[in-house]
């Protein structure tokens, strides 16, 4: 997911993103129950039908927001292309996908995980500095539930 776009305009805008189009990486669509009514032919008698139906996603940009980590197939879209050529969305970021370029170009050993002790970051201290102190831990969360006026105000503690 490499790419970042940003609206550029003081307006939403919603757009319909087809299955064929953006589903290669992963799939953004939804599925939804329909109700509908059917008649039988026989007896005319009418009944409800449910059944799940897979939805098309779509992406909803707020007035000049930006989003982050869209897939890269939504510049495949159509109205979005448009939307990029008329000036309303900018592409800001897009990267190549990591995965795929470092299984293109390592060999198979080379993707295996690391060792432990070459994953966590030996902290670099100085003789001339202290090392960093621990942040401190925040106050707990107090909400007044009632005030009656003449009284002392009920409150509570939020469970942490």
Same mark, same amino acid.
């Given at each position: ?100 370029? +470092? =299984? $293109?170009? %390592? !060999? ?12 966590? *970051?030996?902290? /670099? ?7 960093? +102190? =621990? $942040?401190? %831990? !925040? ?12 009284? *002392?105000?009920? /409150? ?5």
């Amino acid at each position: 997911m490499p790419l970042t776009l940003e609206s550029r305009i003081r307006r939403m805008q919603v757009f319909h993103v087809p299955h064929q189009v953006g589903c290669h990486e992963r799939c953004i669509c939804t599925e939804q129950v329909v109700v509908t009514t059917v008649e039988h032919p026989r007896t005319g008698e009418c009944a409800q039908r449910t059944r799940p139906k897979v939805m098309p996603g779509s992406v909803t940009f707020l007035a000049l927001e930006r989003q982050a980590g869209l897939p890269s197939a939504l510049l495949g879209v159509r109205e979005i292309k448009e939307a990029i050529d008329r000036g309303y969305l900018r592409v800001v970021e897009q990267t190549p996908d990591l995965r795929a370029d +470092a =299984a $293109a170009i %390592a !060999p198979p050993d080379a993707m295996a995980p690391p060792t432990r002790a070459a994953a966590e *970051p030996q902290p /670099a201290f100085s003789a001339s500095e202290p090392p960093p +102190a =621990a $942040a401190p %831990a !925040p106050a707990p969360v107090v909400k007044a539930t009632s005030f009656v006026p003449g009284s *002392p105000a009920v /409150a509570r503690k939020e469970p942490s």
